[in-house]
């Protein structure tokens, strides 16, 4: 007899940790929040990376000097940078050619609090977002709000986010990969885009990440077919 799909659900959850791209939701409730893992905090000396296939955190390489991001950043679950957050990029900057960077969309939580390390997930809203283009890449950098967060919590727009950090969030990221010795990477921020540009970025990411990766809602349908059940 076969078993109920809630319980095959029910024995996943209890027996097996969720990848945290492909096992856990973008959305974990209703309205305008989405989760976020977490790869790296503020004070990292090194640069964290999900390992895709093993769903592990892993150390990708050090940081050569002293540049480290400002704010918590990862990504946005069950998300892809692909063909739709390509054309957007595109259509937006009037640039040919264009690629998505194939990872899932990379999301900066502002949050006054302190953490001490990554590897974790949160409720973020996003605010606006940081339209990067890596060589021919889209590599979108959505910049969002810690639920709740006393300081930055009542934000709705990057625009009343203080200079300063979104300077410092733009430094990074054209500086971080660029070691001395080498030649310029082409690396730049085309656009510094508002909430409502946030949301339809995130949007095409995931109809990005349903069209290469499937639905995930019959995952647990299709494992009980092959399993012959």
């Known amino acids: 007899m076969a078993p109920h799909p809630n319980r095959l659900n029910q024995l996943l959850s209890l027996l097996f940790q969720a990848h945290p791209w492909h096992g856990v939701p973008a959305h974990d409730r209703e309205g305008d929040e989405f989760t976020a893992y977490i790869e790296i905090v503020p004070t990292d000396t090194v640069k964290y990376e999900l390992d895709k296939a093993a769903g592990h955190l892993r150390l990708d ?24 957050v390509a054309d957007r990029c595109m259509v937006r900057t009037g640039r040919p050619a264009i690629h998505g960077d194939g990872d899932p969309i990379d999301i900066c939580v502002l949050s006054e609090k302190p953490f001490s390390h990554g590897n974790f997930l949160l409720r973020a809203r996003p605010i606006g977002g940081l339209r990067m283009v890596d060589g021919n890449e889209a590599d979108d950098k959505i910049v ?39 030649q310029p990477r082409r690396v730049d921020i085309a656009e510094i885009y508002d ?23 019959i ?5 009980r077919q092959l399993l012959g059940r």
């Open 61 to 84: 390489r050090p940081h050569r000097y002293s540049s480290m991001c400002p704010t918590l950043y990862g990504f946005i679950p069950q998300t892809y940078c692909a063909e739709r």
């Open 144 to 182: 969002a709000v810690l639920v709740d967060d006393i300081t930055f919590g009542g934000i709705e727009d990057i625009s009343q986010v203080p200079e300063g950090l979104i300077d410092r969030l733009r430094h990074y990221f054209l500086t971080y990969k660029q070691l001395p010795a080498d």
């Open 195 to 217: 909430r409502a540009e946030a949301v339809e970025t995130i949007r095409r990411s995931i109809e990005d990440y349903r069209n290469h990766f499937g639905d995930p809602e």
């Open 219 to 223: 995952r647990v349908d299709e494992l």
